[in-house]
Every structure is written in structure tokens, then in C-alpha cells.
T-cell receptor, first 114, second 112 residues
Framework: NAGVTQTPKFQVLKTGQSMTLQCAQDMNHNSMYWYRQDPGMGLRLIYYSASEGTTDKGEVPNGYNVSRLNKREFSLRLESAAPSQTSVYFC?????????????FGDGTRLSIL | GDSVTQMEGPVTLSEEAFLTINCTYTATGYPSLFWYVQYPGEGLQLLLKATKADDKGSNKGFEATYRKETTSFHLEKGSVQVSDSAVYFCALTIQGAQKLVFGQGTRLTINP
């Protein structure tokens, strides 16, 4: 029962470095999401993918790019990391076509930008 | 736009105390409502949900009732345990929409 798997779990970057966060789900869900979690702000949606081959901006997309590689995998890329992107990043997946089904979350990637 | 407002935290209680975490929402359509829980170092897990007015979601002794008249979905538990210490998030999604809208989270600490 892997569910949603994120890699890496922790990462420290220097300002200006690039990095790709990986996410994979094994529940055959159509939709996948990337959130960031900052203290006192809950989770904010960065990008989402309603289905394979489509991506859309969320609430805070600036400084990020995404790729929906196939139905299972949805990656998040920071091209030039900035200290403001220090956060915990969560990937999630769901199957909205089956009604208001809940999203399933990975355990997160804790990213620090120095 | 759609939004969720949660009770400010942190909340600290003694074991076996009664818990209420308030949640109110604003939505343009007919939302489904969720409570998620995040234990230290982990991702979010669905705790309970309600998809229409007057529905009651329940799980692990927690309950929440979808109140359309007061646009609320307050989380309650009659007797909390130390293991309930976590951050709790109220969230909504609109039928057919892709996005969850989260409240800011409420950190709960239960002391033995």
C-alpha cells in the first residue's frame, strides 16, 4: 500500500541551484497536485494536473514548473531556487470523476534554500 | 472566492478533555467538507468528510456535522488522548472542481 511516494524526503540547496521533486502514485488516480506548506498558512496549491498531459496553475505557481510524465508521475521543478521557496512540499492525488473523493497525500519533501 | 477559516491555535488540553475545533467556510457552490490530520513528520491523512448539508462525518471518535445554515463544520471529540496531538486542517472542495481549499491548520497538543 505505497499510495503517494515523494522523493527526496529532505534537501538543502543553495540560492540559484535547480532541483526536481519527484512524486508517484499507484492508485490509478487521474488528478495530481503539488502544495507547499508554510507555518500559519495551511497548504497552498502550486500546480495541479487534472489528467495525463494537462497541467494548470494553482494559487502560488511563480518560480515553479511541473511535468506530468505519465499517469503515475508528477514532478515539480525549481529552476533557480530562492530562500522564499524554503518550505515543505506535498504531492497529492485523487480521482474527482468518482465524486468528491478525498485527496491522498505523500509524506512531504522538506526543502531548505540557503 | 472560496475560503476556510479555522480556530486559531495552538490548542492545549488535558487527556480526556472535550475537544472542539471551529471551522467556517465561504463557498460559491455546494461544497464537500473535510477534516485532515497531520501527525509530526508525516503527510496529511483524511480524518472524516461530509458531502451534503446535515451529513455527519465520523472517525476515530471524532465527529463533524455539515451545517449549511451557519456555514460551519466544527470538529469535536468527547475524550481526547495524547495520541491525538497533531495539526488539524479543515478543507472544502466544490463538486467537479479540482482544488481543495484549506484552512490554516490548528495545532493540538494533549498533555497526560
Amino acid at each position: 500500500n505505497a499510495g503517494v511516494t515523494q522523493t527526496p524526503k529532505f534537501q538543502v540547496l543553495k540560492t540559484g541551484q535547480s532541483m526536481t521533486l519527484q512524486c508517484a502514485q499507484d492508485m490509478n488516480h487521474n488528478s495530481m497536485y503539488w502544495y507547499r506548506q508554510d507555518p500559519g498558512m495551511g497548504l497552498r496549491l502550486i500546480y495541479y494536473s487534472a489528467s495525463e498531459g494537462t497541467t494548470d496553475k494553482g494559487e502560488v505557481p511563480n518560480g515553479y514548473n511541473v511535468s506530468r510524465l505519465n499517469k503515475r508521475e508528477f514532478s515539480l521543478r525549481l529552476e533557480s531556487a530562492a530562500p522564499s521557496q524554503t518550505s515543505v512540499y506535498f504531492c497529492a492525488s485523487s480521482d474527482p470523476g468518482r465524486g468528491n473523493q478525498p485527496q491522498h497525500f505523500g509524506d512531504g519533501t522538506r526543502l531548505s534554500i540557503l | 472566492g472560496d475560503s476556510v477559516t479555522q480556530m486559531e491555535g495552538p490548542v492545549t488540553l488535558s487527556e480526556e478533555a472535550f475537544l472542539t475545533i471551529n471551522c467556517t467556510y465561504t463557498a460559491t457552490g455546494y461544497p464537500s467538507l473535510f477534516w485532515y490530520v497531520q501527525y509530526p513528520g508525516e503527510g496529511l491523512q483524511l480524518l472524516l468528510k461530509a458531502t451534503k448539508a446535515d451529513d455527519k462525518g465520523s472517525n476515530k471518535g471524532f465527529e463533524a456535522t455539515y451545517r449549511k445554515e451557519t456555514t460551519s463544520f466544527h470538529l469535536e471529540k468527547g475524550s481526547v488522548q495524547v495520541s491525538d496531538s497533531a495539526v488539524y486542517f479543515c478543507a472544502l472542495t466544490i463538486q467537479g472542481a479540482q482544488k481543495l481549499v484549506f484552512g490554516q491548520g490548528t495545532r493540538l497538543t494533549i498533555n497526560p
